[in-house]
């Protein structure tokens, strides 16, 4: 079972609007929705639309906790295993204009110990093999409790994936986490020293790889790496004028990655396959659809460089 993890999540409200947004004038949306925001989440999402279930951790609570559970529902393949606390789910807002894109991203409620404690004690139920999957930030003040469950999970033998905070990153890498996923940006903090060029990006990935983490995937403004112990892979990603949106592209490689690596074991293949899934979310309005990954994966190479 993949189980993922979401410490922040949000009720994000779209609005989309034949022009641009102006600011200090009434603008008015063309079409208006809610979907189920937050990293972990959109890892489930794709997971779901490649017909893979997966359990849903993290915190919700407040007047919005309700609707947030419904709008899972429609997944199939997505279990809730919330945590339900005191204070609000937040609310995103997201306005879509005609070729401009603006998001307001609320700060969310205040987790306590005790919340935090809950969610520890749902995440020991995790079996041995099992994958948890912590995705997209983690609050300040609980990220020692978090390094601690986390530590817990890998002693247990569960396969710990990690694209979070980069101090989490770099804390948990002597506990060989199964999967590290980050980009090149938080690279240069992982790992405190610059990161200008891809080979630059590709030396930071295997050093990664060597202080403890079993699989690195790197993502740069041009290129996806992964490293392991059977190599370094490097995939270009594909027409960056076509892109639509880059909101859950990371997210939507991790799913394919662990959905493919699970079943193959490949290295190429599965990076193959969760380049693809990042694309098909890039060229879409909305996350990968098992259609639109199938038409990347296509036209999608990967080289092994070692």
């Known amino acids: 079972m993949i189980c993922t993890c979401t410490m922040?999540?949000?009720l994000d409200y779209y609005l989309e609007f034949d022009e641009n947004v102006q600011n200090g004038k009434v603008n008015r949306s063309t079409l208006e929705y809610y979907e189920a925001g937050g990293k972990g989440i959109n890892v489930s999402i794709v997971l779901n639309n490649l017909g893979i279930p997966s359990k849903a951790?993290?915190?919700?609570?407040?007047?919005?906790?309700?609707?947030?559970?419904?709008?899972?529902?429609?997944?199939?393949?997505i279990r809730p295993n919330f945590t339900y606390t005191d204070g609000h789910t937040r609310v995103n807002v997201k306005l879509r204009g005609k070729d401009e894109m603006t998001d307001i991203h609320a700060m969310g409620p205040y987790i306590t110990h005790e919340d935090m404690?809950?969610?520890?004690?749902?995440?020991?139920?995790?079996?041995?093999?099992?994958y948890f999957v912590l995705a997209g930030n983690t609050q300040e003040w609980l990220i020692e409790e978090t390094e601690n469950m986390l530590k817990n999970l890998i002693e247990e033998g569960v396969k710990v994936v990690l694209d979070t905070n980069t101090k989490i990153m770099q804390d948990m890498l002597a506990y060989k986490p199964f999967l590290c996923k980050t980009t090149s940006k938080e690279l240069e903090l992982i790992l405190d020293t610059k990161i200008e060029t891809e080979e630059d990006a590709i030396q930071g990935a295997k050093k990664m790889y060597a202080l403890g983490a079993k699989h690195v995937i790197v993502l740069t403004d041009t290129l996806a790496i992964l490293v392991n112990d059977h190599?370094?892979?490097?995939?270009?990603?594909?027409?960056?004028?076509?892109?639509?949106?880059?909101?859950?592209?990371?997210?939507?490689?991790?799913?394919?990655?662990?959905m493919n690596y699970l079943r193959t074991g490949d290295s190429y293949d599965s990076l193959k396959f969760g380049a693809s899934c990042g694309s098909a979310t890039?060229?879409?309005?909305?996350?990968?659809?098992?259609?639109?990954?199938?038409?990347?994966?296509?036209?999608?190479?990967?080289?092994?460089?070692?």
């Open 8 to 10: 922040n999540p949000s």
């Open 117 to 130: 404690q809950n969610l520890v004690r749902k995440t020991s139920q995790i079996y041995e093999q099992d």
């Open 231 to 258: 190599g370094t892979f490097t995939c270009e990603f594909l027409d960056q004028e076509a892109v639509v949106n880059t909101v859950g592209t990371g997210d939507s490689m991790i799913a394919g990655f662990l």
């Open 57 to 77: 951790f993290g915190f919700i609570g407040g007047f919005t906790k309700d609707f947030y559970i419904s709008l899972l529902a429609k997944y199939e393949n």
């Open 282 to 306: 890039a060229y879409s309005k909305g996350l990968a659809t098992r259609e639109k990954i199938d038409a990347m994966y296509q036209n999608t190479v990967v080289k092994k460089i070692d």
